[in-house]
Structures are given as C-alpha cells and as structure tokens.
C-alpha cells in the first residue's frame, strides 16, 4: 500500500525566512496531494493542494511543487511569519483514501 | 456558518467502557471520516462512510465502531476491546471521496482513566 514519508520532523526557521517541508510517496497512482496545516489543539485545515497534472502551484507565500517521476512533493513558506507556526501535514491519495505524514512541526523563531 | 462539529471536546473513560463520540456536519457532504491521531504520528483512519447507510473498515478499525443514520451524524464508539484507546480523535467529511478538500472538526480527546 502507499507510505508516505515526511522530513524533516521539526523545522526551527528565523521570521522572515523561507521553510521546506518535503515528502515522498510510494503509489505511482496517487494524484492528489493535499498539505494541511494544524494548530495546537485543533483539527488540521488544507492550505494548498496540487495534482498531478500540474508540477507547481502558488498562493501568496505558499507554493507546493511536484515531481511526479520522483515521486516527491514539497511545500515552500517563504517570508515567515509568526502566525506559520504549527505543525504541517502532507499527504497522497490511494484507493480512495488519504495517506498521511507524520507531520513536520515548524517552529519560528523572532 | 457550515462546518463540521466534534462533541466533547475533552472525554475520560475508565477502563470497560464505551464512549461515543459525536460528529455532525451541516455541509452536506457525502462522505465522512474518522482518525486516530497519536503524538509524532500523521493521522490513521479508522472508518469511513461514502453514503447513509453504507461505512468501511479503516486501518484500524479493531475495538471501534460506527453508524451511519444520517447525512449530517457520524458517531464513533470507542469499545472496551480497543486496548489503547488515549489520543485525539478526528472527524472530516468531504464532497465526495477524498481527493478534494476534507472539513475538520476540533477534535476529541479520549483519555483512559
């Protein structure tokens, strides 16, 4: 079945600054890969998705790219604020279903 | 306002027991799910429904179980026979199968006193 794996676990960044989160997939059928963001205590909410028809895609200081052949997406925050900090979650579609991360917890640092 | 929401919000159950958890969304989606989230793990689906009346096993659906009655209600029960039950529990809904947007709720959080 799909893996998806997420690297790195914890990512301490200076505001302003930009953040990577990368993940890579095992299920060459996935096509959609949504990233949500958590805050403590809460559910997680998508901030950007992408499929696999596109390799890259942007909103404002978010973009997530795609590299479907090698199997691996990221997420790029570029200009960090303090309000970035949560934990960030990726995740591949397969059979129906979502295949989750472990999550990356993105510390920003004043 | 539309959205999906989780009762309670905190929940202790002592060992033997089962609880329900409460999921009502007003979106009108379709499908509904259920994670398990553990700390420094992503979330792991224990069921899931794509219409009234119809629900399918996740990864871990032993010692769960759920219902669905209703469009709008997704309940979970939480048996005896799940053997470390203490984590924060999860409910979405989507349009339809989940490759668009999931809705989340706030989230349960069971503890086993």
């Known amino acids: 079945g799909e893996n998806v794996e997420q690297h790195p676990s914890t990512l301490s960044v200076q505001e302003g600054d930009s953040a990577v989160i990368k993940c890579t997939y095992s299920?060459?059928?996935?096509?959609?890969f949504p990233w949500y963001k958590q805050e403590l205590g809460k559910g997680p909410q998508l901030i950007i998705d992408?499929?696999?028809n596109v390799g890259e895609k942007k909103d404002q200081r978010i973009a997530v790219t795609l590299n479907k052949t090698a199997k691996h997406f990221s997420l790029h925050i570029t200009e960090t604020q303090p309000e970035d900090s949560a934990v960030y979650f990726c995740?591949?579609?397969?059979?129906?279903?979502?295949?989750w991360g472990a999550g990356t917890k993105l510390i920003i640092k004043p | 306002d539309g959205g999906i929401t989780q009762s309670p919000k905190y929940l202790f159950r002592k060992e033997g027991q089962n609880v329900t958890l409460s999921c009502e969304q007003n979106?009108?989606?379709?499908?509904m799910y259920w994670y398990r989230q553990d700390p420094g793990q992503g979330l792991r689906l224990i069921y899931y429904?794509?219409?009234?009346?119809?629900?399918q096993k996740g990864d871990i659906a032993e010692g769960y179980s759920v219902s669905r009655e209703k469009k709008e209600s997704f309940p979970l029960t939480v048996t005896s026979a799940q053997k470390n039950p203490t984590a924060f529990y999860l409910c979405?809904?989507?349009?339809?199968?989940?490759?668009?947007?999931?809705?989340f709720g706030q989230g349960t959080r069971l503890t086993v006193v």
């Open positions: 979405a809904s989507t349009i339809g199968l989940m490759n668009t947007e999931a809705f």
């Open positions: 979106l009108n989606h379709d499908a």
């Open positions: 429904s794509q219409i009234v009346n119809d629900f």
């Open positions: 299920d060459s059928a996935s096509n959609y």
């Open positions: 992408i499929r696999s």
């Open positions: 995740a591949a579609d397969s059979n129906y279903q979502l295949i």
